[in-house]
Nanobody, 118 residues
């Protein structure tokens, strides 16, 4: 069964850092672009970042450019989202998926909660 599991969320102070992990099981990530998404209560899910299958191309939403870095380790079947200089508005649940668009149907997982607060 193909599955992606998000982890690494938690409580962090404004200006701090956090690294999220997206671990794949049941398939290898080599052939897939992997995206990170977030959805605040009452809002639509938005694309945060995406990385191509070989890691040569990345995308970031404007609000996280210069603060977040996406990377992948295909040997470990894992994609990471390094979150630096976090802000309270980054607080929400983060999800990963084998796609870069939030508008395409996807069997979303549980996600990982990120809370930025002092």
């Amino acid at each position: 069964q193909m599955q992606l599991v998000e982890s690494g969320g938690g409580l962090v102070q404004p200006g701090g850092s956090l690294r999220l992990s997206c671990a794949a099981s049941g398939f290898t990530t080599d052939d897939y672009a992997i995206g990170w998404f977030r959805q605040a209560p009452g809002k639509e899910r938005e694309e945060v970042s995406c990385i191509s299958s070989r890691g040569g191309s990345t995308y970031y939403v404007d609000s996280v450019k210069g603060r977040f870095t996406i990377s992948r380790d295909n040997a470990k079947n894992t994609v990471y989202l390094q979150m630096n200089t976090v802000k309270p508005e980054d607080t929400t649940v983060y999800y990963c998926a084998t796609q870069c668009s939030a508008r395409t149907w996807y069997p979303w997982g549980q996600g990982t909660q990120v809370t930025v607060s002092s």
